[in-house]
């Protein structure tokens, strides 16, 4: 098999996905699901601005990462062997 071939391939395709689904999973483990509770009540003061930015951030990327793993994945199954 080529290495072209390889990369165009549904098990890569398929195990790329999975890849994501797994980093994105530990994302949302780690910093939880974003939500829209307005962040000052839930933070306070003891936390600096940046770190609630990154959380949020972090945490958005860890779905955007999910929904694009289940997509590579079902796209993975309409590829022809």
């Known amino acids: 098999m080529c290495v072209d071939s390889f990369f165009l391939s549904y098990k890569f395709i398929n195990s790329l996905g999975l ?12 910093y939880g699901i974003p939500d829209k ?5 839930v933070w306070g003061d003891r936390y600096k601005r940046g770190a609630l ?3 949020t951030r972090r945490s958005a990327l860890g779905l955007r990462l999910l929904i694009y793993g ?3 994945q079902v796209f993975s199954n309409f590829l022809p062997i």
């Open 19 to 30: 890849c994501f689904d797994i980093i994105s999973v530990s994302l949302i483990w780690h």
């Open 37 to 41: 509770v307005p962040k000052e009540t």
């Open 53 to 55: 930015e990154r959380y």
């Open 70 to 72: 289940f997509s590579l």
